[in-house]
């Protein structure tokens, strides 16, 4: 199990051996059959590849929300296996920030919270562009 683990994590990130995001989610897949969690790196591989099927089922697993709380806005956001749903997106971003520092999603807040008109927080606007100046956050 961890040996598929490690082999999987040179092909994702192309260390030793070109890059081979195939190979990386077959030795992913097969590290978790023994056992070995691998959930955060298949949900990027089957939200890269726009296997959202996949993605929602593996998701579900997760019962920390450690690593999916991203796949739920991103999901939400755009209609992907879930209706649709800005508001339940907007809460997904704001707690997946708790987990990472996701550019996309900070660009997200500050669009929903400053220039939507259904969303438009200033009180929220503020507290997210405080935390990217703070935190010496650069958006591209």
């Given at each position: ?76 956001e755009a209609g992907h296996q879930f209706k649709q749903n800005i508001k339940k997106a907007i809460q997904y971003f ?47």
């Open positions: 199990g961890q040996a598929c683990k490690n082999l999987a994590g040179l092909y994702y990130d192309g260390v030793e051996v070109e890059q081979d995001l195939e190979a990386a989610q077959d030795y992913y897949q097969r590290a978790e059959k023994q056992l070995y969690f691998c959930g955060e790196q298949l949900a990027d591989l089957y939200y890269r590849k726009a296997a959202y099927d996949q993605l929602a089922k593996l998701i579900k697993r997760d019962k920390t929300d450690a690593y999916t709380a991203i796949y739920y806005g991103l999901m939400y704001e707690k997946a920030l708790d987990y990472a520092d996701y550019h996309y999603i900070l660009k997200q807040l500050l669009f929903y919270y400053g220039e939507s008109e259904q969303f438009k927080n200033p009180a929220k606007y503020k507290h997210w562009k405080n935390y990217i100046d703070s935190n010496q956050i650069q958006l591209s």
